[in-house]
């Protein structure tokens, strides 16, 4: 049998879809299954998003457009940065992509060699680790601390950069902890990647997703002109999912070839979306409805969780998802988690799903109404006594 490449042979699934197709399975079966496991709001996308992606197919928006986006939503998100950033890029430092995900490939396939390496978080987002298996890249990981609320320490961070280090990953709000960096910690983030003169990718998928403290972003540095990377979109804070839209914007010349491998592989990102995209930027009101509907819903999560004696949970600043401390079960992450669905009907994902930091804890997404959460609470309760 013919061999696949060494870097098909190193990926591995992701494991959010893997517990997903297990629930089902057991939906299918007659079990009543509470949702935990995907990181997605389960709200529907606001009307006037839609409506202009609409009207933009009926217009016949529907051909190749130009591969780093419409000039329309390019300005929009300068217009963007410079309200929620502080600074303007310009147009030539945004790159529109399918979704936010492909950024980060991007950026190590256009940064990083295979015989460097990437500072990142662990735990962290799935995608950062599906990268470096199939590139071969290696990740120095940083272990987020529960006791300091896992936020990324810059101290740690920079005690992992060696002479082979190339980019920084840093993930305020994060995933899968909820973490929220500090103004100093994300400063000092930027200045280590400064004085190593190293490239950093600062996802800010969540940055509209905060609780109780701001979000800041290390881009106001150097205004993304010489190391810096956005990465941002918008499937978590307009519940756009499913559109698979995000941008980034950088330094010119990194922006230039990541917009070249974007045309290498998917040519475009479709017209018609893009106008949907525009209407989002415009209308941002709805964001905050759909956050004071998460704090009411992080609020119920947490204090049940702590409320049960083998539990304990940070209170997440960001983002929605709640990282419980499982270690008083005597279970594993993998058997906290299995046994959830299994005995529970509670889908969630082991910590150890988002790297080897992630032991000891799960992750709960709690884009779900709060009948469900509270009957996650009350199932957990009766199972773990
Ligand atoms: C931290 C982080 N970055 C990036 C993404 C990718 O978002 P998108 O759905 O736009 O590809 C996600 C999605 O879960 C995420 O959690």
């Given amino acids: 049998m013919r061999s696949l490449s060494k870097g098909a042979e190193r990926l591995r699934g992701n494991a959010a879809f893997d517990v997903l197709a297990r629930a089902k399975d057991l939906e299918k079966k007659g079990k009543k299954i509470l949702h935990f496991e995907i990181g997605e709001p389960d709200f529907d996308t606001p009307r006037h998003i839609s ?72 735990p962290g987002f799935l995608t950062y680790y599906s990268v470096l298996q199939y590139t071969g890249i290696k990740g120095n990981l940083v272990t987020l601390k529960e006791e300091n609320e896992f936020r990324l320490d810059p101290e740690d961070l920079n005690q992992v950069i060696d002479d082979n280090t190339r980019l920084i990953v840093v993930n305020s709000p994060s995933n899968p902890t909820g973490g929220v960096m500090t103004k100093a910690e994300i400063e000092r983030v930027a200045e280590i990647a400064e004085e190593k003169d190293l490239y950093l990718l600062s996802d800010e998928i969540y940055s509209k997703m905060t609780y109780d403290r701001p979000f800041h972003t290390p881009s106001i540095r150097d205004e993304c002109k010489e190391r810096t990377i956005i990465l941002d979109g918008f ?49 941002s009101q709805y964001v905050d409805k759909m956050m004071a509907e998460f704090t009411e819903r992080r609020n119920v999560l947490i204090s049940g969780l702590n409320s049960i004696p083998s539990l304990s949970c940070v209170n997440p600043q960001g983002a929605f998802y709640a990282f419980p401390n499982i270690t008083k079960t005597g279970m594993n992450s993998k058997e906290f988690a299995d046994f959830a669905l299994d005995e529970l009907g509670i889908a969630l994902l082991p910590g150890t799903a988002f790297g080897p930091g992630g032991e000891g804890y799960v992750r709960l997404s709690y884009a779900t109404g709060i009948d469900k959460i509270k009957e996650a609470i009350e199932r957990l309760k009766a199972g773990l006594e």
Wanted: hydrophobic fraction near 40%; aromatic fraction near 8%.
């Fill in 51 to 122: 409506d202009a992606a609409v009207e933009a197919l009926h217009q016949g928006k529907t051909h190749y457009v130009n591969s780093y986006g419409i000039p329309e939503l390019r300005k929009a998100i300068c217009d963007e940065v410079e309200k929620t950033r502080g600074f303007r890029p310009d147009m030539d430092q945004v790159l529109v992509t399918p979704g936010a995900n492909p950024i980060i490939f991007f950026a190590a396939s256009c940064l990083v060699e295979q015989s460097q390496n990437i500072a990142l978080q662990d």
């Fill in 235 to 283: 499937s978590k804070a307009y519940a756009m999912t499913g559109w698979r839209l995000g941008y980034a914007v950088g330094p010119k010349k990194v922006i230039e070839k990541m917009g070249m491998l974007l045309q290498a592989t998917v040519s475009c990102t479709p017209d018609f979306l893009q106008y949907g995209a525009i209407a989002a930027l415009e209308g």
